[in-house]
């Protein structure tokens, strides 16, 4: 018997893991909104400006959509005081995008309260549990953050 990691594991990795992780945070995000007008795909694009994709094209290869309906979701965000855009220091004809004071703090505060809820179901499981959970999350992030 294989005890090894294997095909089988990585075809739980997204049904098991990542949808289900998605979708627990945005149900943490509704539960704790406290900026009714802000949209869960709002603010995966705050927080991905926050994370340095600053800019459409980033942003929409991240989001796996067109740089076009990114630019009317940036626009939407534009308008509501949450982005402003700038030029980038090196190439001009860059458009950099930045958040808000504001925008920052309602990121930080949402993405606080979604983290914590989290964090409360993971301390459900046994001690043991949560230091296999503690010690694979930053494997499984560096070995993905490698790429293809």
Do not use: C, W
Not at 34 to 50: D, E, M, S, V
Not at 127 to 143: F, R, T, Y
């Amino acid at each position: 018997m294989n005890h090894g990691f294997g095909p089988y594991h990585l075809e739980l990795l997204m049904p098991g893991i990542v949808h289900p992780m998605l979708r627990r945070f945005r149900e943490e995000f509704k539960r704790t909104q406290t900026h009714p007008k802000l949209t869960f795909a709002q603010f995966r694009i705050l927080n991905g400006i926050r994370r340095g994709r600053n800019q459409v094209g980033m942003l929409a290869g991240h989001h796996f959509i067109s740089q076009p309906a990114m630019s009317k979701m940036v626009e939407a965000l534009v308008k509501a005081g949450m982005v402003t855009r700038g030029t980038h220091p090196e190439d001009r004809r860059k458009i950099e995008l930045q958040l808000t004071p504001r925008a920052l703090k309602t990121v930080k505060a949402i993405e606080g309260k979604v983290l914590t809820g989290i964090a409360q179901k993971i301390s459900r499981l046994s001690a043991a549990e949560q230091k296999i959970v503690g010690d694979a999350i930053p494997l499984i992030a560096s070995i993905l953050a490698e790429g293809i």
